[in-house]
């Protein structure tokens, strides 16, 4: 097993050829910087034989770029709270892209809805674990083990659907969620779309105040070097993918995004910037 005090993309690649690495688990972030900086096809990656990610939004234009590449990239699911809850066999990591596959044999899994029923396939409900992969509670912190803990199962607060074959899908963190004009918004599927975009390097979508609806959309985008887009463009190319509602009515382009050490965006922070364009 080896570890990295820190990321640089080349060099990680070199670790993972150098030691004849079988197995990798890391970021979607980092993913991105791989293929954004290095050329693939100058590591012998013969040997890799699975290749996991997880901890953040992940589009299936990054997990298609791995799998055309000959990488296995298969997402997985869990929390500081839970461990692995669930995970997407390599084999299965093409016919499934986009699941975080099933759950692991030694914890239990259940997607619930408002009024605490399981889903069916199709229908977005809540994530809740129980099992020995479960933590004990939160530090001295009774009240806050009490809201996300209950008759012995945890509240992930991430919404996710199933389909027919008991494959899991994320949708969004439920906090991320937010409410436009009556109808629920989910900015993980908006920035889906807006990565399918060729001149789009990263996306994040997040609510803000709106005297007419409460709530609207606000995207801000980072564009992949030497491209070009004004706001006008981004609204164009949603429209006729996605409900009207759920087009942005706000733009920025930045050059990056705050991140969390694990290289998560903190959405919270970008809220706060305010470089609004309208719709």
Aim: hydrophobic share 35%; aromatic share 10%.
């Amino acid at each position: 097993m080896i570890y990295k005090r820190r990321f640089s993309p080349q060099e990680y690649l070199y670790t993972v050829e150098k030691y004849r690495v079988t197995i990798i688990e890391t970021s979607a972030t980092f993913l991105n910087f791989i293929l954004k900086e290095c050329d693939l096809s100058r590591t012998d990656l013969t040997l890799l034989k699975s290749c996991y990610t997880g901890g953040e939004r992940i589009s299936e234009g990054l997990l298609c770029e791995y799998h055309e590449r000959g990488i296995p990239l298969s997402q997985i699911f869990g929390m500081t709270e839970t461990s692995i809850v669930t995970w997407l066999p390599t084999g299965e990591a093409v016919r499934k892209v986009g699941s975080v596959g099933k759950p692991v044999f030694h914890g239990e899994l259940k997607i619930i809805n408002d009024e605490k029923q399981q889903i069916g396939p199709g229908e977005i409900g809540e994530i809740v674990v129980k099992g020995p992969i479960l933590m004990s509670g939160y530090w001295n912190q009774p009240d806050v083990t009490a809201e996300v803990m209950k008759n012995g199962w945890f509240h992930t607060g991430d919404l996710a659907t199933i389909d027919d074959e008991g494959f899991i899908y994320i949708v969004d963190r439920a906090k991320d969620m937010f409410i436009s004009g009556g109808e629920n918004v989910y900015p993980a599927e908006v920035e889906k779309h807006l990565l399918t975009n060729p001149k789009i390097l990263d996306a994040a979508v997040y609510g803000v105040p709106d005297e007419k609806w409460g709530e609207v959309g606000k995207a801000s985008i980072i564009l992949k070097n030497g491209e070009r887009m004004n706001p006008l463009e981004v609204f164009d190319f949603l429209t006729g993918k996605i409900g009207k509602y759920k087009i942005p009515k706000y733009v920025e382009f930045v050059d990056e995004f705050p991140r969390t050490a694990t290289g998560k965006i903190q959405k919270y922070l970008l809220a706060k910037r305010s470089t609004k364009t309208k719709n």
